[in-house]
């Protein structure tokens, strides 16, 4: 099988995992994307701690993983009403304190040459993928109700950008975006992302009525300013390891990471926006 036949067969399931997740329940929602979370954090832990090896940076990975995940599983309780203490929100980040400085008490006992900087690495796992994707469930029960297509909305905006600066830098890029950090990425591609994704976003408009048309056009400026950033952060972390793709779970297309990387960033922005509606 050709590797243009893998990459187009996988671009299909991927597509249908993610619609059939987003729209089929909030439950297959939250599953989907709390394997999406766990999946991301634990190929971020394998890049960022490959200098590592043994028993004990497996534990540490353990412990990163555990730590990333843990703002989206307290949020998503809440949105799915599996609690509904009235000062749940305020208990659980007070309980997240000690979990966070169980980072601190482990490296004590690994005997490590760098343990702050594993301490930062396993933070910035939360801060970087976890708090995201915890802020997507925000997006994703906006005012409260289960609103997949907004969800729908970003994820279109953040594939059709990537697909039109892909095709419009492959065809008259020239001038090199960031050559530093990623030597292919064009400002013709980067152009044709945005005029590709405004595009998109007011189609959205005319299919959802969830938001109105400023609010697609604006979340469009955000998903082709800050989901085409995105993409190159992570360009920098893997540039700075030397690797090509974060993982290869995605056959043709790297890793979960690989795909999500544009979205995870974009996240905090467009959640703002939305709440502050």
């Given at each position: 099988?050709?590797?243009?036949?893998?990459?187009?067969?996988?671009?299909?399931?991927?597509?249908?995992?993610?619609?059939?997740?987003?729209?089929?329940?909030?439950?297959?929602?939250?599953?989907?994307?709390?394997?999406?979370?766990?999946?991301?954090?634990?190929?971020y832990l394998n890049l960022a701690?490959?200098?590592?090896?043994?028993?004990?940076?497996?534990?540490?990975?353990?412990?990163?993983?555990?730590?990333?995940?843990?703002?989206?599983?307290?949020?998503?309780?809440?949105?799915?009403?599996?609690?509904?203490?009235?000062?749940?929100?305020?208990?659980?980040?007070?309980?997240?304190?000690?979990?966070?400085?169980?980072?601190?008490?482990?490296?004590?006992?690994?005997?490590?040459?760098?343990?702050?900087?594993?301490?930062?690495?396993?933070?910035?796992?939360?801060?970087?993928?976890?708090?995201?994707?915890?802020?997507?469930?925000?997006?994703?029960?906006?005012?409260?109700?289960?609103?997949?297509?907004?969800?729908?909305g970003l994820l279109a905006l953040?594939?059709?950008?990537?697909?039109?600066?892909?095709?419009?830098?492959?065809?008259?890029?020239?001038?090199?975006?960031?050559?530093?950090?990623?030597?292919?990425?064009?400002?013709?591609?980067?152009?044709?992302?945005?005029?590709?994704?405004?595009?998109?976003?007011?189609?959205?408009?005319?299919?959802?009525?969830?938001?109105?048309?400023?609010?697609?056009?604006?979340?469009?400026?955000?998903?082709?300013?800050?989901?085409?950033?995105?993409?190159?952060?992570?360009?920098?972390?893997?540039?700075?390891?030397?690797?090509?793709?974060?993982?290869?779970?995605?056959?043709?297309?790297?890793?979960?990471?690989?795909?999500?990387?544009?979205?995870?960033?974009?996240?905090?922005?467009?959640?703002?926006?939305?709440?502050?509606?």
């Open positions: 099988m050709s590797t243009f036949v893998r990459r187009v067969l996988t671009a299909i399931v991927f597509v249908a995992v993610m619609v059939g997740g987003v729209y089929t329940h909030p439950y297959t929602f939250v599953g989907l994307f709390a394997i999406i979370t766990g999946l991301s954090i634990w190929e701690l490959a200098e590592t090896k043994g028993r004990r940076d497996g534990n540490r990975k353990v412990l990163g993983l555990f730590l990333g995940v843990i703002p989206f599983l307290l949020v998503a309780f809440q949105k799915l009403e599996l609690v509904h203490h009235a000062q749940y929100v305020w208990y659980a980040s007070v309980l997240m304190l000690p979990l966070i400085f169980s980072a601190f008490v482990y490296e004590m006992y690994t005997a490590s040459e760098k343990p702050f900087a594993n301490i930062g690495i396993l933070l910035l796992g939360m801060v970087y993928i976890g708090i995201p994707f915890a802020l997507l469930l925000l997006i994703g029960f906006y005012q409260d109700t289960f609103s997949p297509n907004i969800v729908f953040t594939w059709m950008n990537d697909t039109g600066a892909y095709l419009v830098g492959s065809q008259i890029g020239k001038n090199k975006l960031f050559p530093r950090i990623s030597p292919g990425k064009t400002w013709e591609g980067s152009a044709g992302g945005v005029i590709v994704t405004f595009i998109v976003g007011y189609l959205l408009s005319l299919i959802f009525d969830d938001l109105r048309l400023q609010d697609w056009l604006v979340l469009a400026g955000i998903v082709a300013l800050f989901g085409s950033i995105g993409d190159l952060v992570e360009s920098m972390l893997k540039r700075s390891l030397n690797i090509k793709d974060s993982g290869n779970l995605l056959p043709g297309h790297g890793g979960i990471l690989d795909r999500f990387d544009a979205f995870i960033f974009l996240l905090p922005f467009a959640a703002t926006y939305l709440l502050l509606l």
